[in-house]
Nanobody, 116 residues
């Protein structure tokens, strides 16, 4: 059984920073991809924010590149998302994702609210 536990969301003013963490436990293979998705509003699809694979290769959504940094610990079971220069449009529920191909696992989500 795989579990993803997120932490670090909250309320911050525009221009501020937050750091999200997600710890994965259970049957975690070393070859995996950890990432963060967000759901900004009803009717909008959940979108990929950033992801990092076991080789450390990262991928970012265009609007966050240069402001957000994704990283993972040496055990490759915890992923972090450092979010700097936050904007009101970053407001969303952020979900941790673990891809153990072909299965996807999701965290419960953490709210990030950026006030203007």
């Amino acid at each position: 059984q795989v579990q993803l536990v997120e932490s670090g969301g909250g309320l911050v003013q525009a221009g501020g920073s937050l750091r999200l963490s997600c710890a994965a436990s259970g049957s975690i293979l070393r070859l995996n991809t950890l990432g963060w998705y967000r759901h900004q509003a009803p009717g909008k699809q959940r979108e990929l924010v950033a992801a990092i694979n076991s080789a450390g290769i990262t991928n970012y959504e265009d609007s966050v590149r240069g402001r957000f940094t994704i990283s993972r610990d040496s055990a490759k079971t915890t992923v972090y998302l450092q979010m700097n220069t936050l904007k009101p449009e970053d407001t969303a529920v952020y979900y941790c994702n673990l891809l153990l191909s072909p299965r996807n696992y999701w965290g419960q989500g953490t709210q990030v609210t950026v006030s203007s």
